[in-house]
């Protein structure tokens, strides 16, 4: 049985059932039988259905939210800021699938046209993370389904009684049977479910998982879309207007409970702003308030299990073997029962620590200095991922150097967030392969298919 465990007190929650082969084998063949009725609703018809399914999430936005708060440990109030805003994507792809599926026209002359369409790929196995239920959920599965695939769904280990409100609100939506499947289980279901007669295989999660469904993908010659691992670099740079985009800094860091694969993970300041920068993010996470996840004045929440607090201690102990200097935080907060790991800020980082080399998933931000914009750059490209990065300046022409200069999918400037639904999301190096929303997502979940016809006739 899957335990669901609430990260903010380390108590059960409910138990749930882990899928077998034979449950998964049944799903797979539900998909295929399904999948050319779907493709032939055409979008408009698909749009019918689906709308129907985020009409329900909409309206069971706060069920979804609490339930998010209780399993992975997100603060109540992001919860219900988050699914808000993920019902802008769903709604995005229904309105803008037409145009960015449409056909177009390659070739012509008096006799003949050619023209281009996109076709789904079939039946779509999905493995998502914990750290956004329902984000990564409509991320990965919205435009999928709006583009004619049929998709399997498994969501992590973490939070099965998320996904078991989403199966429920999508068979109350009449969801045709096959084309929204759901599978549960941890990293073994979902292996067997990579394992299985499928046309396409979607991840998010980890670098180190995503190699290996690479691998998969590879021996079964399928099509892979993968988000993967992230250390976003946020580069502060000397003209920064600081009062303005400190907030922005700290978010990009520490929302969500800095679980976020894109989050800002090593913060770089020119030298002149260094101290400053400091002081102001230390006086920014001492106001805070830790608690947990479901009261709605807490706005710092657990991490979402034990396990990911103990890598954390591990991350930030080789870090202090090594002379890094704790400005904040540091340590579990005392008397508190739970998955919870203070906000903390390092100094006198080194790169060759853990909290430099690898991804920190939770609330650690280590802090160096720069002197010069090549300086900036190196330290920005110093990591084995290339997904997010975050450049503080007003200097319009050193944005554009440096976002060129940067080895990452995905650059934003000050207050600007480069998270749209029309914004291609995806990464560099060892950050993931494909891209999700807009018309480059729907691109990557669909095959091409060109046809000559004969004008005449």
Known sequence: MLQSVNPSNNELLEEV???????????VKLAHAAKDSWHQLGIDGRNQILRRFYDLIEQHKQELAELQSLEMGMPLNESISDIEGDLVYLRWYSDHAGECLAPYVTYETDT???????????VVASIIPWNFPLANFVWQCGQSLVAGNVVILKHS???PLFEKKLEELAQEAKIPEGVLGFVYGDGQVGDLLAHSDINMLCF????KVGKYLYTVGAEKFIPVVME???????????DADLPAVIDTAYGNRFMGGAQMCDGLKR???????????VKLLTDKISSQKIGPAIDPATTVGPLVAERQVKVLEEQVSDAVEKGVKVVIGGKRPSGMKGAFYEQTLLTNVTYDMKVWTEEVFGPVLPVVSFATEEEAVKLANDTKYGLGAFVFTQDKQLMQRVSAQIQSGMVSQNNLSYIKPSDPFGGYKQSGIGREHGKYGFEDVTQVKVVASEKKG
């Open 112 to 122: 003949e046209i050619h023209t281009v369409y996109r076709e789904p790929r079939g």
């Open 17 to 27: 059932e882990i899928s077998t082969q034979e449950e998964i084998d049944t799903k």
């Open 157 to 159: 280990e973490e939070v």
């Open 267 to 277: 913060l770089i300041v020119h030298e002149s702003r260094f101290d400053e920068v």
């Open 228 to 238: 993967m691992g992230g250390s976003a670099p946020g580069v502060i740079f000397a």
């Open 204 to 207: 998010t999660g980890s670098t």
